[in-house]
C-alpha cells in the first residue's frame, strides 16, 4: 500500500505543477500513474482472477461466465479512468458521454450471461 500511495502523491504532485504551468500536459500525468499503477497491482490482480477462475471451475460454471466477468471488470475500469480523466481536464460532457458508451458495451458483453439465464429460466418455468 506505501508504493500506491507514493504513486498517488507523486502523481498529485506532478499534476499540480503540470497544471500551473503546463495545463494541456497535466493530464497525461494522470494516465501515466493509471500505468504505473496497473504495473504495481498486476500480482494482486492474477491472484484475484485466479481465484475468480478456481471458484468457477470448482462450481461447474462455464468458462464464459469467467470470460464475461473479466472483461466487464476491464471495462469498467477504463472506462472510469477515462471518465475521471475528462472531468479533470473540465470536459464533463465527454466524461458523461464515455460513462454511457461504458454501459452499453458493457450490456451488449453481458448479453450471453444474459441469454443463459433466461434459458434457464425458461426451463424452469416449462418444467413445471
Known amino acids: 500500500m506505501s508504493k500506491i500511495a507514493g504513486i498517488v502523491l507523486t502523481e498529485l504532485l506532478v499534476y ?13 500525468s494522470g494516465l501515466g500513474a493509471a500505468a504505473v499503477l496497473i504495473f504495481v497491482v498486476g ?3 492474477r491472484d484475484t482472477l485466479g481465484f475468480f477462475d478456481s471458484l468457477f471451475s470448482s462450481g461447474g460454471a462455464s468458462s ?3 470470460s464475461v466477468l473479466i ?9 472510469q479512468v477515462l471518465s475521471d480523466m475528462c472531468r479533470d481536464s473540465g470536459d464533463s460532457a465527454a466524461a458523461t458521454k464515455l460513462e454511457f458508451a461504458g454501459k452499453i458495451i458493457i450490456t451488449a458483453v453481458s448479453l450471453p450471461v444474459i441469454k443463459g439465464f433466461v434459458s434457464y429460466v425458461a426451463g424452469l418455468v ?3
Not at 16 to 28: C, D, M, N
Not at 71 to 79: C, P, R
Open 126 to 128: 416449462n418444467g413445471v
Open 43 to 45: 500480482d494482486e490482480l
Open 71 to 79: 472483461k466487464v471488470l476491464g471495462i469498467t475500469l477504463v472506462t
Open 16 to 28: 499540480s505543477l503540470l497544471r500551473q504551468y503546463k495545463p494541456e500536459l497535466a493530464v497525461f
Open 64 to 66: 464464459l461466465y469467467i
